[in-house]
């Protein structure tokens, strides 16, 4: 399973990049307003910034909710970086709009999955990667890992290469939960992966080997 980033902020994912574990980063226009970008030609040079730090896949979402013009804004986002992906929404635009832009050979995420069969359409749609919101399931009372289970299991037995990006993590134990489930990335906030180094035993354990250290060597 790999590790990307959910954020737009340059200083989280650089500081991410040196951990040396974080392979791709995701964005939305929810994250990128937050740093305070305004238009579509801000986003860009953001999503460009970051190409700089992270050489891995890189999403980016159309804001568009119509197919034609899904389609004129994801092949300029296409053009942006080479390692940029068209982040879709699960909607029949959405995947009609993945269908036409993977045929061009354009790297597809559709994201705002919530469903198995949102799933399975993303995957005939030839998308790349199929992102489960579990995070937002499990806030109305829902499963959201058991839909990322229920996913694998459907991909697996049908062959299909789509990759699961489990999103809207909210704490280490979905991370864990993820990678049981059988997704083959999750995507983080900063803040969740800096809180997946921390154990208060490993700090003790630390403090212990530097306090014996210290007393041999002033002896």
Same mark, same amino acid.
């Given at each position: $399973?790999?590790? #990307?980033?959910?954020?737009?902020?340059?200083?989280?994912?650089?500081?991410?990049?040196?951990?040396?574990?974080? %392979?791709?980063?995701?964005?939305? /226009? %929810?994250?990128?307003?937050?740093?305070?970008?305004?238009?579509?030609?801000?986003?860009?040079?953001?999503?460009?910034?970051?190409?700089?730090?992270?050489?891995?896949?890189?999403?980016?979402?159309? =804001?568009? =909710?119509?197919?034609?013009?899904? *389609?004129?804004?994801?092949?300029?986002?296409?053009?942006?970086?080479?390692?940029?992906?068209?982040?879709? /929404? %699960?909607?029949?635009?959405?995947?009609? +709009? +993945?269908?036409?832009? !993977?045929?061009?050979?354009?790297?597809?995420?559709?994201? =705002?999955?919530?469903?198995?069969?949102?799933?399975? *359409?993303?995957? *005939?749609?030839? +998308?790349? #990667?199929?992102? /489960?919101?579990?995070?937002?399931?499990?806030?109305?009372?829902?499963?959201?890992?058991?839909?990322?289970?229920? $996913?694998?299991?459907?991909?697996?037995?049908?062959?299909?290469?789509?990759?699961? *990006?489990?999103?809207?993590?909210?704490?280490?134990?979905?991370?864990?939960?993820?990678?049981?489930?059988?997704?083959?990335?999750?995507?983080?906030?900063?803040?969740?992966?800096?809180? $997946?180094?921390?154990? /208060?035993? !490993?700090?003790?354990?630390?403090?212990? #080997?530097?306090?014996?250290?210290?007393?041999?060597?002033?002896?």
């Amino acid at each position: $399973m790999r590790i #990307f980033l959910d954020t737009a902020n340059i200083d989280e994912i650089r500081q991410g990049a040196q951990l040396g574990v974080v %392979s791709g980063v995701t964005t939305n /226009p %929810s994250l990128v307003a937050k740093e305070g970008k305004a238009d579509l030609g801000e986003y860009r040079e953001a999503v460009r910034e970051i190409a700089k730090i992270v050489d891995g896949p890189i999403s980016a979402e159309v =804001l568009a =909710l119509e197919v034609p013009s899904m *389609l004129e804004e994801g092949r300029e986002i296409a053009r942006w970086t080479d390692n940029v992906v068209v982040k879709l /929404p %699960s909607t029949a635009a959405g995947i009609e +709009a +993945a269908s036409t832009l !993977t045929k061009d050979g354009i790297k597809v995420n559709q994201t =705002l999955c919530f469903s198995v069969n949102q799933a399975i *359409l993303a995957a *005939l749609a030839g +998308a790349t #990667f199929v992102s /489960p919101f579990v995070g937002r399931l499990d806030d109305i009372g829902e499963d959201g890992m058991g839909l990322v289970r229920d $996913m694998a299991e459907v991909f697996r037995k049908q062959g299909f290469t789509t990759e699961i *990006l489990a999103a809207s993590i909210r704490h280490p134990v979905h991370v864990v939960e993820a990678a049981k489930a059988g997704a083959h990335v999750v995507t983080l906030p900063y803040k969740v992966l800096t809180q $997946m180094v921390q154990h /208060p035993l !490993t700090d003790l354990g630390v403090a212990r #080997f530097t306090e014996d250290w210290n007393r041999l060597v002033r002896v």
